[in-house]
């Protein structure tokens, strides 16, 4: 592109506001013995086009979304020390044109737990509301006032910025703290904190709209917005509208037609569990113990049971939140009953992890950790490490013999309402599970990375991508898109023209991962820079609905289709992966300046397996990383450039081919052949087509490809749900907890694991 195109491309609007201007506006003292809510100070503020001086960091804050955010963060640290860094909400261009499930917004900081860069999207209105406003808010200073409120509106070319006194506000859970906002401002989008928020405890999140909110903040984000003096962000501009069009029909359509996106509607991430405990990778008791398939999937039938409504973006036709009564409402009776969100990854830290058996004895330690704004992924992790403190005997004041936390939801439940008020035990755990462990001895059953708890299992590829990942675990949910819930041609097609080894497919298996997790985070960043939903985006890839180009001709931005028309050497797909190894490289370099090095990309409970040549040293290789773990010269260099993706010269295929596509017709080996049944076990809607626990009379034994193709015809509800058009096996297929292959025999007796799922959630 030339620079006059350039030049002539709309920038970012990005709107700061120093909330130390609002303490010299001020006409009252901070603190007031009055709880009712009153306006401290106002001002109008304009916004500003992006620009840096530095040409890298200024080519990809001009992309908005989540690369607007690593840059503004990049540049604030240049500036001030870090732990002044601002909080910065941005959203993508997809969000602004409010197309169809695009509505996350971008929250990103430097996090309170680990010192480096930290990032994660949310949903509910938050994004189209503040599209109205800017591309980027961000949010530096702090107020010093009790039960601060920011609230923000669009006043002709202006934003009106108020800064409010909730005294009442302080020590209110999320949902509370919405309904008095409201409240007071009528119609608004809210992102508040809890108390460990304003503790600023470094799990603390934060919490966005309501009915109910939606969580984010891995890291410690919510301690953030605490340490700002901030109880609450309001923003009551209109949200952006969509406009009714062919052209988003047709993404409608689109999505509608994903069999995992399909599925993840009808099991609201719970057909995860199902999914792990089919390949025996469930675990129990900080990750010691497997748990059995069918105790497994027991969590998601009763989480389809106590499930009471669901909430999606915007505009998407399969919207995948569910939603579930409280189980002990924290709020008096006339404020109306709570609504709690729930996933998957939160239930498996609260639940099996802590070895409790089933869904009704986790949904109350989950409300906790909503009401007090805690991450349940990490304290999770953190209430794992008591529980074995307290099998050994070494915390004696818990008052219950030796090994009974483990699966004491009361207890638990206990624990974390202490945290919350820093009292008892609860306070030990107020530094995170890392400063617990050391403290008893048990560093070596800590499993984090970038001090964030990871989820331990034997995908090798989500094993990496959670440990390498630039900016905290959570953003490389959906990881990867494909490996062990698709087959390896869904794998070559979307990874073209990289070469796949052989055996990169399995999950078991270290051959390509490197490759497959560089291509996955470049993936993920340019979809988060967009503001379109990560799920959305993998289940039309994986499915193969759409394929990479169709997908960034939807969501890329207004930048790059001007550089791919004026130059169509390289296509826009090729564009948004190099804009994606682009941003995940700026905050490779952000968070070399923080003093990271990679040792922290290879923990050291993962060291031996993160070693192994295709591993770490092949995703450092693509990457572009010398030994410290920061970018090359060379490679700072191509920041913003599709050259960037030049790193990947040695890991091109001349003619990339799918190895294992179903088999055809009469490849069987010569084997005695006879009448005998298989055992089908499937969930959500593949379970509703063929039975909970059915069983099928085949001619065995014969190739999986062609048994499934004879279950559609005796099924007929199951066509198309088992067997692409063009052949391909829809689900991942598992027998005795390993995958199956197109060309592997099944037999009489088999029981097969039939698993369409997504990774994340």
């Known amino acids: 592109m030339t620079k006059l195109q350039q030049d002539r491309t709309p920038r970012p609007r990005v709107l700061t506001v120093d909330l130390r201007d609002f303490a010299r506006l001020a006409s009252s003292p901070p603190i007031s013995a009055s709880p009712d809510p009153r306006l401290i100070a106002e001002a109008r503020l304009a916004t500003t086009e992006w620009r840096s001086s530095t040409p890298q960091v200024d080519r990809v804050g001009a992309w908005s979304g989540s690369a607007l955010a690593t840059a503004l963060v990049y540049e604030s640290v240049l500036h001030d020390p870090p732990h002044h860094a601002p909080l910065v909400l941005a959203v993508g261009e997809c969000v602004r044109r409010a197309l169809a499930t695009a509505a996350r917004t971008t929250i990103a900081s430097i996090a309170p737990a680990s010192g480096l860069y930290a990032e994660g999207q949310v949903g509910s209105d938050l994004g189209r509301r503040l599209a109205r406003l800017c591309d980027a808010l961000v949010l530096q200073g702090e107020t010093g006032h009790a039960g601060a409120v920011l609230r923000l509106t669009d006043d002709a070319d202006e934003v009106r910025a108020e800064l409010w006194s909730f005294p009442a506000l302080v020590g209110l859970d999320p949902v509370r703290t919405q309904r008095l906002i409201a409240k007071e401002f009528g119609s608004c989008a809210t992102l508040c904190i809890g108390r460990a928020g304003e503790r600023e405890l470094p799990f603390a999140n934060l919490a966005a709209g309501a009915a109910p909110p939606s969580f984010v903040g891995r890291g410690g984000l919510g301690a953030v917005l605490g340490r700002l003096g901030l109880k609450a962000l309001a923003i009551s501009a209109a949200p952006v509208e969509e406009r009714e069009s062919a052209s988003s029909r047709g993404l409608v359509k689109l999505l509608s037609a994903s069999p995992r996106l399909a599925e993840r509607a009808a099991g609201g991430s719970f057909e995860l569990f199902g999914a792990y405990g089919a390949r025996a990778d469930l675990r129990a008791r900080n990750y010691a113990d497997v748990v059995a398939p069918d105790d497994a999937r027991a969590w998601s039938t009763r989480a389809g049971e106590r499930e009471v409504g669901r909430k999606g973006c915007r505009g998407c036709p399969t919207p995948c939140g569910w939603v579930f009564e409280n189980a002990e409402p924290s709020v008096e009776p006339q404020d109306g009953s709570i609504r709690r969100g729930g996933r998957f990854s939160a239930f498996y830290a609260l639940?099996?992890?802590?070895?409790?058996?089933?869904?009704?004895?986790?949904?109350?330690?989950?409300?906790?950790?909503?009401?007090?704004?805690?991450?349940?992924?990490?304290?999770?992790?953190?209430?794992?490490?008591?529980?074995?403190?307290?099998?050994?005997?070494?915390?004696?004041?818990?008052?219950?013999?030796?090994?009974?936390?483990?699966?004491?939801?009361?207890?638990?439940?206990?624990?974390?309402?202490?945290?919350?008020?820093?009292?008892?035990?609860?306070?030990?755990?107020?530094?995170?599970?890392?400063?617990?462990?050391?403290?008893?001895?048990?560093?070596?059953?800590?499993?984090?990375?970038?001090?964030?708890?990871?989820?331990?299992?034997?995908?090798?590829?989500?094993?990496?991508?959670?440990?390498?990942?630039?900016?905290?675990?959570?953003?490389m949910r959906a990881n990867p898109f494909s490996v062990g819930h698709s087959n390896r041609a869904t794998l070559v097609k979307l990874l073209a023209p990289l070469d796949l080894p052989?055996?990169?497919?399995?999950?078991?298996?270290?051959?390509?991962?490197?490759?497959?997790?560089?291509?996955?985070?470049?993936?993920?960043?340019?979809?988060?820079?967009?503001?379109?939903?990560?799920?959305?985006?993998?289940?039309?890839?994986?499915?193969?609905?759409?394929?990479?180009?169709?997908?960034?001709?939807?969501?890329?931005?207004?930048?790059?289709?001007?550089?791919?028309?004026?130059?169509?050497?390289?296509?826009?797909?090729?564009?948004?992966?190099?804009?994606?190894?682009?941003?995940?490289?700026?905050?490779?370099?952000?968070?070399?300046?923080?003093?990271?090095?990679?040792?922290e990309d290879r923990p050291a409970f993962a060291r031996a397996t993160l070693d192994r040549p295709q591993m770490w040293p092949e995703y450092a290789s693509l990457r572009g990383l010398d030994e410290s773990g920061a970018p090359s010269r060379a490679t700072w260099e191509r920041v913003g450039e599709p050259s960037i993706l030049d790193t990947r010269r040695p890991f091109l295929a001349a003619a990339p081919s799918v190895r294992c596509a179903p088999a055809a017709a009469g490849t069987l080996v010569e084997e005695p052949r006879s009448s005998g049944v298989v055992r089908l076990r499937a969930s959500g809607l593949l379970e509703r087509a063929l039975g909970p626990d059915e069983r099928v009379e085949l001619v065995l034994p014969i190739l999986l490809a062609q048994a499934l193709r004879e279950i559609e015809r005796a099924r007929p509800a199951s066509k198309g749900m088992l067997l692409r058009a063009s052949g391909e096996i829809v689900p991942a297929v598992y027998r005795a907890a390993c995958r199956l292959d197109a060309r592997d025999l099944v037999r009489a007796g088999d029981e097969l694991h039939l698993v369409v799922a997504l990774s994340g959630g």
């Open 351 to 475: 639940g099996p992890n802590l070895g409790l058996r089933d869904f009704d004895a986790a949904l109350p330690l989950l409300a906790a950790c909503d009401d007090a704004g805690i991450d349940a992924k990490e304290l999770g992790a953190a209430l794992a490490l008591v529980c074995m403190a307290q099998s050994a005997g070494r915390l004696p004041e818990l008052e219950l013999p030796p090994g009974e936390l483990w699966g004491n939801s009361a207890a638990l439940r206990a624990l974390i309402d202490d945290v919350a008020l820093g009292r008892g035990i609860g306070r030990r755990l107020t530094n995170g599970a890392r400063a617990f462990a050391a403290e008893f001895g048990l560093a070596a059953e800590v499993f984090e990375a970038k001090g964030q708890a990871l989820r331990l299992e034997s995908n090798l590829a989500v094993l990496l991508a959670q440990c390498v990942s630039s900016r905290g675990a959570d953003p």
């Open 502 to 599: 052989a055996g990169a497919e399995d999950p078991l298996d270290a051959a390509g991962k490197g490759r497959i997790v560089w291509w996955h985070e470049n993936w993920m960043a340019a979809i988060d820079m967009s503001g379109f939903c990560a799920f959305s985006a993998a289940g039309l890839l994986a499915d193969g609905v759409c394929d990479v180009d169709e997908l960034a001709r939807w969501i890329a931005p207004e930048t790059l289709r001007a550089e791919c028309a004026a130059d169509a050497t390289r296509s826009i797909g090729e564009r948004m992966l190099a804009a994606g190894a682009s941003i995940t490289t700026l905050q490779r370099a952000l968070n070399a300046r923080l003093g990271a090095r990679s040792e």
